[in-house]
């Protein structure tokens, strides 16, 4: 825990590190209670440092939580007076211009609940040390400009840790004396300390030779506890298929002899691409039919090709800074969302998983640009680095590189890549270097585009289109403006691609221009601008913004008939679901009004019949019918609103979802009925959508409080022969308020003994809308529930505040004062998971009076905590500060 004053980090301040760090050798004698930790690192000047030239430096080395116990300096050891040992610091004044330093460190591994650095779990020893996690295990000069070549040797107990792994190639192993054995790892590539990893464990593995492109034979390990080999095979076939990707759309083979992946129950995040040996939470490796959903396939499949990805798009080209976090994690996002886009392999797939990324956006990272957390996808500032691991850096940032890509065209995209690997390979660089490689390759000024990195916030897009008859002319105007943010009140016009068509009065896409394009893009860079479009023969509906490409709020005054026109007919399939929502948008905003004044409730004809016609229409993908029957959920309409009622909303919410069951019953069935599957379960898209479109209509169903559905949903749960009708079943019984009872214990008693399971099984009852703060505290008296296990308190606490807004908001302030009690008792175990959970908080402001009276004093009851974390205080300031 630290103790120490937060300091605010800014990116101006960036400096050259004093020392380099040519090659690391590490030695580690493995004990859960005392870790011994021999540190060899060889260092030089840095010829770029500001103290270069004036002969020595001071020498200053990370180191966190771990006891001292031996330092020399180029084969003399040190007293105490010869170094300075801060709270967190290591330093030498004025060292010698080449420096070999051996040190020794202990530190408790079975302590470090923070799961940050060298840690326990289940037993055995694995590793985290992105972002400041390997000062907890040497010191060092832990910052990612910082790159060496690491030789690691790992002693442990032979019986209890028979697995030794570490980043590289496995270059010597053998028995040591009483009982233990060792095992030496060198990497033959630099690396920064972020990506140093090891494992000690007792682990089984499935594994296989796979042939590179170029004729190399690599192995490929994923390893598990014992009981799960047989839930590996899909996460080895999305490696596989992640190699092969990676090598015919970027031209990138894999360069080591071998590449490893290890699951661990508890972790902080899904996944680390530590150079060659990658660490797992195993919610994205572990997976079978009887325990894994469709949405748990498709998120293994992301992830593994992810991590992988990152050995090129973060490994061998990495962060200066961290500040520059979304070089690596905005590229490998978007890179991971093609992979997985391709693996579908149709233009349905793709506009599927394309809706599913805008869903993300506007659910997570819209609110986040408009709280106190706004930051830009390059922040200025941060007091902990752990806090901007975020969906702005994650996905936002993929959204900036996605625009890339839109404005140069697939082919000068491939082009700016593979120039930026040919000038910085082996580098540590910044997000203005991939932009200056995107600009060189493509003979483009880039130089506006760069405030999508440094502007906070999310652009709005106003458009309004004329069209004269006589010049059969249509002209569309587009303006753009972005709200403060904090610390920036005033924002410079960004480079936007919008991507327009116009659809004539049947439905068919015009030609645009004399190529006949039907899409082009058009490049808004100031805050207003007029396109023309000629040749248009009658008056147009602009589909605008296809395929979403751009993250910005866009607002142009379509009538319920272009909705319904673009609904019908838009050949955009993203702009089609686009236009599905914003016709149930505009209901539920009048819905939550009618609700907050206590009147009686009505649906229009018009939109059940847009919904009866998407059900009845067998030419579409059930994986698109269920999208686009997907309501904006309970956050996406909050977004809309200036001051929130989340109970109105929930009212308005419910209400449509029981009309559209009602009235739109017998469709319902039949769709249930249509998307049957037979035979062995496999989580294509094609059977994955099937089984989304059936599952979302016994929903339905069950929230219009049908006797026959609930029925239905027991039998299926009763008879199905996978996770994800299972799951689907018992979730829509127990949303449905339900006695659900029996079918709750039945899983539970069914799945104990499978951890991912039984998060599932609390997550979907903390996110019942009849779940209230005393059931939740009574769940948290399950045995199976620990907070120490992220996965768990995740599934439980977060789910409850993230996913039940109606119960977490609750009129007497009882769950806001539950999360204080959590948030300060997590904090103590781990700070990074607790300051996500304080996050749940943070746009405290938007809420009515009464509420904001309560929330507020959740949040300085927080704030007032003792030893409360940089990761927690940073949070609560925020959100408290006006």
Known sequence: MRTDSPQTIFRKDYTPPSYLVETVELGFDLDPARTIVANRITLRHNPDSPSAGKGGADLVLHGEDIELVALRMNGVALNPGQYILGTNTLTIKKAPLNVVLEIETICV???NTTLSGLYVSNGSFYTQCEAEGFRRITYFPDRPDVMAKYTVMLRADKEKYPVLLSNGNLVEEGDLDDGRHYAKWEDPFKKPSYLFALVAAKLVCQEEKFKLADGRDVLLQVWVEEGNLDKTDYAMQSLKNSIRWDEERWGLELDLDRFMIVAVGDFNMGAMENKG????????????????????????????????????????????DWFQLSLKEGLTVFRDQEFSADMIGTASGRAVTRIDQVRTLRQAQFPEDSGPMAHPVRPDSFVEINNFYTVTVYEKGAEVVRMYQTLLGREGFRKGMDLYFQRHDGQAVTCDDFRAAMESANGRDLTQFERWYSQAGTPILTAKGEYDADARRYVLTLAQRCPPTPGQPEKQPFHIPVAVGLLGPLGADLPLNQAGDTTVVLELTEAEQTFTFDGIGAVPVPS??????????????????????????DSDPVNRWEAGQRLAMSRLLKLTAAAQRGEELELDYTFIAAQRALLLDDTLDAAFREQALILPSESVIADQ??????????????FMRRTIASVLRTELLNAYAANQITGPYSPDAVSAGKRGLKNLALAYLLAGKDGHAVNMARRQFEEATNMTDRAAALTALIHSGADASEQLQAFYDQFKGEALVVDKWFAMQASAPTTDVAHVR??????AFTLKTPNRARSLLFSFANANPSQF????????EFWAEHVIKLDALNPQVASRFARSMDRWRRYPPALQEHMRRALEKVAGATKLSNDVMEVVSKALAN
């Open 109 to 111: 591994p079975e302590n």
């Open 277 to 320: 040996l990658n660490i797992f939470n195993t919610k994205f490796v572990l997976a079978n039919p009887a325990t894994a959903t469709d949405v748990d396939y498709a998120g293994i499949e992301a992830v593994v090709g992810h991590e992988y990805f990152h050995n090129w798009t973060g490994n061998r080209v990495t962060c200066r």
């Open 544 to 569: 605008l913004l296809r395929d979403f490409s751009a993250p910005v709020i866009l607002e142009y005054p379509y009538s319920d008939e272009d909705l319904l026109h673009l609904f019908r007919h």
């Open 641 to 654: 609103m200036e001051v929130v009622d989340p109970h109105a909303i929930h009212t308005a919410r419910q």
């Open 778 to 783: 009574e769940l948290m008296g399950h045995p």
């Open 809 to 816: 908001h609750a009129h007497d302030g009882s769950g806001y």
